[in-house]
Every structure is written in C-alpha cells, then in structure tokens.
C-alpha cells in the first residue's frame, strides 16, 4: 500500500512539473502575425497608353468646351481655333452677344478679305471603342449675304499625323444668301485608324455666318 501511495504521488508531481514547463512558461502563438509583402516594381507605361489614359473613358459623352462661344477677357473664344486659308487676313472670329441665338454669344465668322475659307474648330481625342461608330455633329446656323459656296458645319476624321481619313462639309445643304436661324445635322463614320475629330463651322467665300448651341454624340 505504501509502495502505491508512493508510486501516485511521484506521477502526480511528475505531470504538475510537466503542465508548468511547457504551459505557464512556454509563450503563447499569436492568432495571427503580420508578414510584410513585398511587390515587384511595376513597369512604366509606353507614351502611347499614357496617351490612352488621358482621352475620355469608353462610351463616355462627347463633350465640346465652350460650346456657348463665352468670349475670354481677350474677347476670344478660348478652346476654339481659329483656321484662314492661305495668308489669312481675310476672316474675323468673334462672339457676338447682340445677335445670339442662346446667352452669352454666338459665334460670327465674317469676310473682310480674298482668302477662300475661314474655320473655327476644335479637335476631340478619339477613343479607340469610338472607331466604326458614327458621329452626330448638331448646331443653329444663319447667313447674311453669304455667297459662293456658303457656310457649313464641319466634321472630319484624322489619323496620328493629321492626314485626313473622312469628312463631312454639308457639301449638298450649305447655308447661302440670307437666311434665319436653322438647326443642322451632319454624321461621320469614325475610321478604324482615327485619333482625332475635328468639329466646327465655316464660311466659305463671302457674307456672314452665326454658328450657336453646337453637340456632338455617338449614335451607334
């Protein structure tokens, strides 16, 4: 009896021993422990998809600026240029505020000189899901005496270096004599290879030519 007393009580100490050295003394594991990642340096973009991710977003609206022809303190339309054939000198672009259409001004292109044309654009970056879609230019336009070929919108299409692919002058319906405000609508197919549009309104030969409330959207 004494020898199994003995026997139980070593056990009994042996096991105490045991739970406190490798429980009360061994130091728990975190649940979780935090690993640092480390990530690969990230290649630079090319130019051309810089380019990319600076033109408007897949199907996002066409927006033109300043399509209100709001003059700058200059009396310019600011983000509409300004294009004469030849030496120029023949043209004047002006917001005109006495004769709008819509506040604050219209837009008049007036020939005082022997050039044949004069053009007030602006180009729109073409996003690559716009290509084989087509293009709606809308606007108000009216004449004062204009002769010869007349006035018109404009819309074009043009590659990377500025050659011309498609365009559209309303070559058959073009503004002529003198005439009242009229809405107008002209389309282009964009190019597969197009990276710009070109909108706007010209005169071409004499007289003059309002141009007001000018849109542009996908219609397919």
Known sequence: MNNSISHLWAVLL???FTNHAFGADVPSVPATSAVTQVT????????????????AAPDAVISLKNSSFN???QGKMSAWTEIEHGSGKSYTFVADPENALSIP???RIRRHGSEPFGLLQQSIGV???WHNKTAR???SLRGVDISGAGGALVLRADD??????AWNFMQNARVKGTQDWKRYTIELKIPPSAYSLIAGVMLEDGGTL??????????D
Request: aromatic content about 4%; cysteine-free; glycine content about 8%.
């Open 127 to 129: 996003h690559p899901s």
């Open 160 to 165: 990377g270096s500025g050659q011309i692919l």
């Open 14 to 16: 042996l096991a105490g």
């Open 71 to 73: 003059p700058d303190m």
């Open 105 to 107: 001004s219209s837009a």
């Open 40 to 55: 690969a340096p990230t290649a630079l973009p090319s130019a051309y998809a810089r380019r990319q991710a600076r033109r």
């Open 137 to 139: 230019l809308s606007g």
């Open 210 to 219: 309002w141009a007001d409330n000018l849109a542009i959207e996908l219609i």
